[in-house]
């Protein structure tokens, strides 16, 4: 079961500003998912993506041209994510509570 609540951070420190592009697919996503009017228990599901500074997984971040990226509550650090990830990350993570093994960071 996935969580009622989910926030995203993409790391915005990219020289092409890349994560800001994979947070609007994110946002794009978790509306034509359907996400916002979903019930958990009971209780409406709450998402936040946001953009941020380094989160510290450079390496990652250099290595391809995608951003990385921290979902919480679970702590799972993503990386090298493009726009075109956004579909799976929503409707694999977000609502089925499965990570992105291909994405996963080790
Ligand atoms: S530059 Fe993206 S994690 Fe540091």
Not at 30 to 49: F, H, Y
Not at 74 to 95: F, M, N, R, S, W
């Amino acid at each position: 079961m996935s969580s009622a609540y989910h926030h995203l951070f993409v790391c915005n420190s990219q020289k092409d500003e890349i994560g800001k592009d994979v947070a609007r697919a994110l946002k794009t996503e978790i509306k034509k998912q359907g996400l916002k009017a979903l019930l958990t228990g009971g209780a409406k599901r709450k998402t936040r993506v946001q953009t941020c500074n380094c989160l510290d997984v450079c390496k990652h971040c250099k290595k391809g041209p995608g951003a990385a990226l921290i979902v919480y509550p679970e702590g799972t650090l993503y990386g090298d994510v493009k726009p075109k990830d956004a579909a799976e990350i929503v409707q694999e993570h977000l609502l089925a509570g499965r990570v992105v093994k291909r994405l996963l960071l080790d």
